[in-house]
Every structure is written in structure tokens, then in C-alpha cells.
Nanobody, 130 residues
């Protein structure tokens, strides 16, 4: 059974950095588009970043553009979210997700639509103190 497991969350001061990891198991995710979402208390889950199944395209929410970077190492079946210049408003539970059918969608791939993703991790807490 395919699974995603996030790690790397924690408490950091504003302006600091963290690197989140999302390790896939139970099969390869190399042909999947991968995304990161987050959910703060009392708020809906929101899109953060995504990478196309080929790795050739990346997508970011405006709120994190220039500060966060998504990357993947298929040989390790792992996706990363590098977060710099963290702000208190980045505090949330961060989830990684995999879109199994992204390679067949072409221009129809919508990285920010959480409903398009088939696999989800359990989440990792990121807390940024001011």
C-alpha cells in the first residue's frame, strides 16, 4: 500500500528556515505530481507548492513565492519543501500529496486543487514564533 510520511516540522523563530521531507513507500511516486498543502487552526487547507510529474515545472502560492522551494529526489522517493524567511503566518500543519494521474492530464493538471490528489500524508506541524 502506497503511503506518504512527512517529517521535519518543528518550532522555529521568524526569519528562520526549515526543510520538510515527504517520504513515499509502497511503490514509486516518480510518475506522480507532488504537492504541499497546509492547514492553520480554524482555516481551510490551502495550496503551498507543487511539482509536475516530470519535475520540469513548479508552482507556488503567492504567499510563499520566493521563500519556499519544492524539490524531489526520485531515487530516494522523497519530496522536499525548503522554507526560508519563515513568518508567524506560516504556522500550520503541512501535508504532502501525490497526484497519480497528473501525467495524463496535460494542461488539465491543476496543482492547487486538493481534490485532484490521491495520496496524502498525515501532516507535520510547523510553528513559527514572532
Amino acid at each position: 500500500q502506497k503511503q506518504l510520511v512527512e517529517s521535519g516540522g518543528g518550532l522555529v523563530q521568524a526569519g528562520g528556515s526549515l526543510r520538510l521531507s515527504c517520504a513515499a513507500s509502497g511503490g514509486t511516486f516518480s510518475s506522480y505530481a507532488m504537492g504541499w498543502f497546509r492547514q492553520a487552526p480554524g482555516k481551510e487547507r490551502e495550496f503551498v507548492a507543487a511539482m509536475s510529474w516530470s519535475g520540469g515545472s513548479t508552482y507556488y502560492a503567492d504567499s510563499v513565492k520566493g521563500r519556499f522551494t519544492i524539490s524531489r529526489v526520485d531515487a530516494k522517493n522523497t519530496v522536499y519543501l525548503h522554507m526560508n524567511s519563515l513568518k508567524p503566518e506560516d504556522t500550520a500543519v503541512y501535508y504532502c500529496a501525490g497526484d497519480r494521474d497528473a501525467r495524463y492530464k496535460g494542461a488539465g493538471f491543476t496543482p492547487s486543487h486538493s481534490n485532484d490528489y490521491d495520496y496524502w500524508g498525515q501532516g507535520t506541524q510547523v510553528t513559527v514564533s514572532s
